[in-house]
């Protein structure tokens, strides 16, 4: 006669029972994580653009800015106070935009999927008897 728990089946069935439940477990848990990583790489691909953005806005408008200003200041001053005066406007606008796409990036926070790790530290704490309940986990 096969041993059996306090619920009438065998150990074998509730090996059975234990296993395929572990593997819905980490097949959700797999899920959440692919879901959580790609929302961050999303805004990572933002932040990263408007860096760019940024770049090629200083760099090519700059040229063209530049050149067109001196010649407008050629009747006012001399040739080296229109590309100084254009130059520092350029640089600030450049580093304004930098600095936006730097704090989108930052704002990505830590490359782990933070909640599926939560969760699945939760899930290691229920399954080896130190519950901590959690939200929708209880």
């Known amino acids: ?29 797999l899920a959440l994580a692919k879901r959580e990583l790609a929302g961050k790489a999303r805004r ?13 806005l200083g760099f090519y408008g700059g040229g063209g800015v530049i050149a067109g200003i001196t010649v407008l200041f050629e009747s006012i001053g001399d040739y080296w106070q229109a590309p100084l005066f254009i130059g520092v406007v350029l640089l600030g606008m450049g580093g304004a935009l930098g600095l936006v796409g730097i704090q989108v990036l930052r704002g990505i926070g830590s490359p ?14 229920t399954v080896t008897g130190r519950t901590r309940p959690g939200p929708g986990r209880g």
């Open 1 to 29: 006669m096969p041993e059996s728990g306090g619920s009438g089946q065998s150990i074998g069935e509730l090996g059975k029972q234990l296993r395929d439940e572990l593997t819905v477990l980490v097949r959700d848990e």
């Open 44 to 56: 990572g691909i933002i932040g990263g653009i408007l860096c760019g953005a940024g770049g090629a």
């Open 112 to 125: 782990l999927p933070e909640r599926t790790v939560d969760r699945v530290q939760r899930d290691i704490e």
